[in-house]
C-alpha cells in the first residue's frame, strides 16, 4: 500500500513500532510525507523541513527516509543536524545514515561533532559512531579541537568514554605554542598525556622566567 500526505503546515505523526528485536517509537513532521507500507517492504520519505525523533536520536534535514521491516534505517540528506541525547553529542553534516537497530552512526560531508560533555569539538568528512561502543572513527581532513590542543591528522579514532584520541596519516598536535609530529600519536584528553611513535619530531618553547605554568 502506497500513500502520500501533503500539507501546507507541517505534518506531525508519530509511528509506534513493536519490533521482535527492540520496541520503539518514531516521531517525525515534514511539509510532505511519501511512503510505502507494504507487508514485505516499509518506507516512509519526508520531504522539506523534515524531523524525526527516536529514542536517541534527533535529526533535521532537507529529507529523511525511513526504512526496513521496523524503519530500522534512518537517511537524511541536505543540511543535516541533530543530537544524540545518550551519547551526549551534537551534529552537522551533509547526509547521514543512522541503525537503529547496531548502534552505528555514518556521517559525510564537512562533518562536525560537538562532544559537549568533554568541550571537545571534531571535524571531518567522514565520520562513524558506535553508539554502543562509544568509539567515532573520522576519515580525511580530521581537526579536533579541546582546551588549548588543536589535533591534525588523517585517520583518528576517538574513544569518548575513556577520553582517548588514536591518531595517524601525518598527526600533529598543536598546544599552545608547542607542536609534536609523529608517525602514530596518541592523546589523552583528560591527563593532557602524549605518546609519539615512529619519526618523533617537534618543538617546546619553555616558558618565560617567573611566569606561571598553569
Known sequence: MKFTVKRRL??????????A????????????????AGENRRSTTL???????????????DSIELSGKDYE???????VSGTNASSGFSFVCSSLVYNRKTGIVKLQGNVLMTDEEN?????????????????????IGVTLTQK???CTCALALYRK??????????PQIVRGKDTFKAQ???????????????????????????????
Do not use: H
Open 119 to 139: 568541550d571537545v569539538q571534531a571535524e571531518a568528512r567522514f565520520m562513524e559512531y558506535n553508539q554502543n561502543t562509544e568509539t567515532a572513527l573520522m576519515q
Open 47 to 61: 520531504s522539506g523541513n523534515a524531523w524525526v525523533q527516536t529514542e536517541d536520536m534527533e535529526i533535521t534535514a
Open 73 to 79: 534505517t534512518v537517511l537524511a540528506s541536505g543540511s
Open 148 to 150: 588549548n590542543a588543536v
Open 161 to 170: 568514554k575513556d577520553q582517548i584520541l588514536e591518531m595517524s596519516g601525518s
Open 21 to 36: 528485536t527492540f520496541a520503539d517509537t518514531i516521531a517525525f513532521k515534514a511539509d510532505t510525507m511519501t511512503g510505502n
Open 10 to 19: 507541517a505534518l506531525l505523526c508519530t509511528l509506534f513500532l513493536a519490533a
Open 184 to 214: 602514530e600519536i596518541t592523546f589523552n584528553l583528560t591527563t593532557e598525556e602524549i605518546v609519539l611513535d615512529g619519526r618523533v619530531r617537534g618543538t617546546v618553547q619553555d616558558s618565560p622566567e617567573g611566569a606561571s605554568n598553569e
